[in-house]
Nanobody, 121 residues
């Protein structure tokens, strides 16, 4: 079992930056791929990025450029840096863990509770 807890969300003005963090406990963190997704009201959960246990990164095409995923295996954390925030980035951001890397949320095994990001114009 893996427990994931996100933090770092909040209200930010357009053009600003946020760094989201996800802390993992339970089953060995290093063996899991970690990912970030988001879900806006009335929309499906959307894949942002993933990172393998060895640090390889994979981004959705629409997310390349403003989003950066990183992990610290010693601290059991995975972060998501978001720059040049836009109102369309407003969503609940979720951390996820899996043994595979995939854009389909259904293929991820464990989820955090999410952290709200609200971007004002």
């Amino acid at each position: 079992q893996v427990q994931l807890v996100e933090s770092g969300g909040g209200l930010v003005q357009a053009g600003g930056s946020l760094r989201l963090s996800c802390s993992s406990s339970g089953r060995t963190f290093v063996s899991n791929a970690m990912g970030w997704f988001r879900q806006a009201p009335g929309k499906e959960r959307e894949y942002i990025a993933a990172i393998s246990w060895s640090g390889g990164t994979y981004y959705a095409d629409s997310m390349k450029g403003r989003f950066t995923i990183s992990r610290d295996n010693a601290k059991n954390t995975v972060d998501l840096q978001i720059n040049s925030l836009k109102p369309d980035d407003t969503a609940v951001y979720y951390c996820a863990a899996s043994t595979v890397i995939a854009g389909d949320p259904a293929l991820w095994d464990y989820w955090g509770q999410g952290t709200q990001v609200t971007v004002s114009s």
